[in-house]
C-alpha cells in the first residue's frame, strides 16, 4: 500500500527524517513511536503530501508523491495531532461542510455523516457547537473528518495526546474498528496505547529507525537475552547456583532478593544466552532434589524497556 525508500528531510542543517526505508501494508495498523523530536510528525506530513521531502521517494498504491500528489491526498485521511476544528459551527453543520468541501453528493454525504456519526460516537453531540466539546469529542469529531471521504488510509498523529484515560480508550477503539477495514498510521509515544492498538511498531530515533516489527518480534530481538525467574522452598542459593549452572544455555543466576536462610523462598533470576526453551531442565533438575518449586516463568521484556533501549542517549 505505501512503500517509503531513502526519505530524508532537511530544516537548513537539521536533518529531522534521515534515509528511512518503510513498507506499509493493506490492512496494517501500524505504530510510529518515538521521542519528542525524533521526526514522527515530520515522516506522517510527508506521507500526507504536506511536506516535500528533501530526497528520497514516496509511492501509494501506483502513485508517485512527486508527481501525482493530488491522488494520493485522495486515498489519505489525516488528522494531525490538533484537529483543525471551527469551534463556532454545530458539530452537523461542520461534518457537512467538509463533505461538501469533498465533493460528496447529497445522499451519499447524510449516509456517510450517519455511518460517522455511529462510528466515532459523536451522535450525541451533533447539534452541539464544538468549542463546547470536551477534547475527547473533538477528537472524534476530527477523526470523523479526517474518515468523510471513505479513504483507503488513514494517518493519525498523536490522537491520544491530552486525553484522560478513559477518552484514550475510546479513541483507541475506534481506530481499532477503522483498522478492520483500512490501512491505519499513527503516531505516539504512549507505549500502550500502540501495544494495545498497533499490528507493528516501528520505533524512531533521531530521525532514524532504530526497530521495526511486532511487539513480539521486537521483544525476541531487542535483546540476546532471556530471563527466567523461579521460586524455590528448601534450599539456599549457592545450591541453586551450582545445580542449574551447568544447564546449556544459562549465562548467570542471581537471588533476586537476597540469599534466604534454608526453608524460606527463595527467589532467582536465571539469565539464559539464547531463545531457546529451557525451563523444561530446569524443571527436571529441580524434581529430582527435594526442593519445593512454587513458581517457573519467563519474563518477556515489555514494550517500555524495549523503547528505553532502543531511543536512550548512549
Known amino acids: 500500500m505505501i512503500h517509503v525508500e531513502g526519505l530524508t528531510k532537511y530544516f537548513g542543517d537539521l536533518c529531522a527524517v534521515d534515509q528511512i526505508d518503510l513498507d506499509i501494508p493493506k490492512g496494517e ?18 506521507l500526507t503530501g504536506f511536506l516535500r521531502p528533501t530526497s528520497g521517494s514516496i509511492h501509494v498504491k501506483d502513485y508517485n508523491i512527486d508527481e501525482q500528489t493530488l491522488d494520493i491526498k485522495k486515498l489519505i485521511g489525516y488528522l494531525p495531532e490538533s484537529a483543525p476544528l471551527y469551534h463556532d459551527m454545530l458539530v452537523y453543520d461542520y461534518l457537512c461542510y467538509v463533505a461538501d468541501i469533498r465533493g460528496l453528493e447529497r445522499d451519499r454525504k447524510h449516509s456517510q455523516i450517519r455511518h460517522l456519526a455511529d462510528l466515532c460516537g459523536i451522535r450525541e453531540v451533533m447539534h452541539r457547537p464544538i468549542g463546547e466539546l470536551s477534547k475527547g469529542y473533538k ?16 494517518i493519525v498523529d498523536e490522537p491520544t495526546s491530552g486525553l484522560d484515560p478513559n477518552q484514550i480508550v475510546e479513541i483507541r477503539n475506534i481506530i481499532r ?10 503516531s505516539t509515544h504512549i507505549l500502550s496505547e500502540a501495544e494495545a492498538t498497533c499490528d507493528r511498531v516501528v520505533i524512531i530515533n533521531r530521525g532514524k529507525i532504530v526497530a521495526d516489527g511486532s511487539t513480539e518480534t521486537l521483544s525476541r530481538s531487542a535483546s540476546g537475552e532471556l530471563f527466567i525467574h523461579i521460586s524455590i522452598q528448601g534450599v539456599q542459593f549457592d545450591s541453586v547456583k551450582t545445580e542449574l549452572s551447568s544447564i546449556d544455555g544459562v549465562l548467570a543466576i542471581a537471588p533476586l532478593k537476597g540469599d534466604k536462610e534454608e526453608g524460606d523462598t527463595l527467589d532467582v533470576e536465571i539469565t539464559c544466552g539464547s531463545a531457546e526453551d529451557i525451563r523444561g531442565e530446569i524443571y527436571r533438575r529441580i524434581k529430582e532434589t527435594d526442593w519445593v518449586l512454587l513458581e517457573l516463568h519467563r519474563e518477556t521484556k515489555t514494550l517500555e524497556n524495549i523503547f528505553r533501549e532502543l531511543t536512550r542517549e548512549n
Not at 177 to 186: A, D, F, H, N, P
Open 139 to 154: 477528537q472524534r469529531v476530527g477523526l470523523a473528518h479526517a474518515m468523510m471521504n471513505d479513504p483507503e488510509i488513514l
Open 177 to 186: 474498528r477503522i483498522g478492520k477495514e483500512k490501512t491505519v498510521v499513527l
Open 29 to 46: 495498523i501500524m505504530g510510529l513511536l518515538g521521542p519528542n523530536g525524533a521526526g514522527k510528525t515530520t515522516t506522517l506530513r510527508m
